[in-house]
């Protein structure tokens, strides 16, 4: 017999969960794409979605994951043969630098392993070796969904001026936009990307690039780009249809018209903070869990250096895909497999998880999670030490006073 039955709980790093509120918007006949509410429906996404990034300047929307997000980049910002500095702490920062690589673009790779942040000096100094200025752009992830490091924007983007250099900074933010802090003027970004299924609590399907002046100017020689990624159209678009080059993705759009309305209610500052409170529970359970010798522990060791939006972590001898088997079939709830942090395949991979706590998620979503994991724990005889529960408790309990 199993206690999975009833609402389950997708505590993956995207999808997710969604809304009932969205859920219940895209639950509607379609409308006339042509005209009418369809135009000012996308002007508002717009301006709304440029609001959440905290940014004056330019905001693009297409049909398309995450990935289609860097080949827009690519795309509108390189010719073949340019060179890209791609700063890599995980899994998706290499997948940026493998999609670019494909589309004839030049990859200039630091890489900073599984466990520590893109160094600013390290920056400083190939950008400053760089004494042809061959090096157009300097790629990061704000957080890498994979191994959960969160990387210091404001301080690449002063190793950036302090090596006096021209190069633009790009920032895939796809799974830290509306729950980790993020200031795209305030902190220099030229060109920031993010998708629907995350913070944002839309269903797959939508992608969103930002582009400063100065990204639009470096990129009108582009010779990688295509009509359907061409940026122009997007940004400054004389009919709805070049929105999306095409079809409106109708359904998408009313789901987050209500999304953004739902940020704007609770205020980014807000919004940020929760996250904060919410991920340092789940490390508190894992510091609990961890005491005493266990093989169980976060990624990442610095709290500052954590998403807020998903952990990391390593529960050894295969456990961390034993637990995330039973915690499926006996308990409702889905956690994310380990990416990049073995290779595929092999048994180490098994002793890797994530656990998501982005967009729609509250204390008791979260509590929720800690005390299913703390039953499989001890329901499948994984070492561990006591109280992981209570410590979360505490946490959300020294918010509330």
Known sequence: MSLANGRTYLAIPGPSALPDRVLRAMHRAAPNIYEGEIETLAAGLVRDLKSVALTRYHCGIYIANGHGLWEAV?????????????????????????????????????????KSPADPAQLEAALRADTDRKIKAVFVTHMDTATSIRNDIPALRAAIDAAGHPALLAVDCIASLACDEFRMDDWGVDIMISASQKGLMVPPGLGFLFASDKALEAGKAADLRTPYWDWTPRLFPDYVYEYFGGTAPTHHMFG????????????????????????????????????????????????????HSVTAARI?????????????????????????????????????????????????????????????????????????????????ARHGR
């Open 316 to 396: 050894g001898g295969g456990n961390a895909e034993r637990l995330r088997k039973w915690l499926e079939a006996e308990a409702g709830v889905t956690l994310g497999i380990g990416l990049g942090m073995a290779e595929p395949g092999t048994p180490e991979i098994d002793s890797y998880l994530r656990v998501a706590h982005m967009g729609h998620v509250n204390a008791h979503m979260t509590l929720g999670v800690i005390a299913s994991m703390e039953a499989g724990l001890q329901a499948l005889g994984i070492p561990h030490g006591a109280g992981g529960v209570a410590a979360a408790a505490k946490v959300i």
């Open 256 to 307: 987050l018209r209500e999304s953004l309305d739902m940020i704007a209610e609770e205020g980014l500052e807000a919004i940020w903070a929760r996250h904060a409170t919410l991920s340092q529970s789940l490390w508190a359970a894992f510091d609990a869990w961890s005491a005493g010798g266990h093989d169980i522990a976060l990624n990442v060791a610095d709290p500052a250096l954590r998403s």
């Open 74 to 114: 690519n795309a509108n910002l390189f010719s073949r043969g340019e060179t890209a500095l791609v700063m890599a702490t995980g899994r998706f920062g290499h997948g940026w630098a493998e999609y670019a690589r494909r589309m004839g673009i030049t990859v200039e790779m630091l890489d900073f392993g599984l």
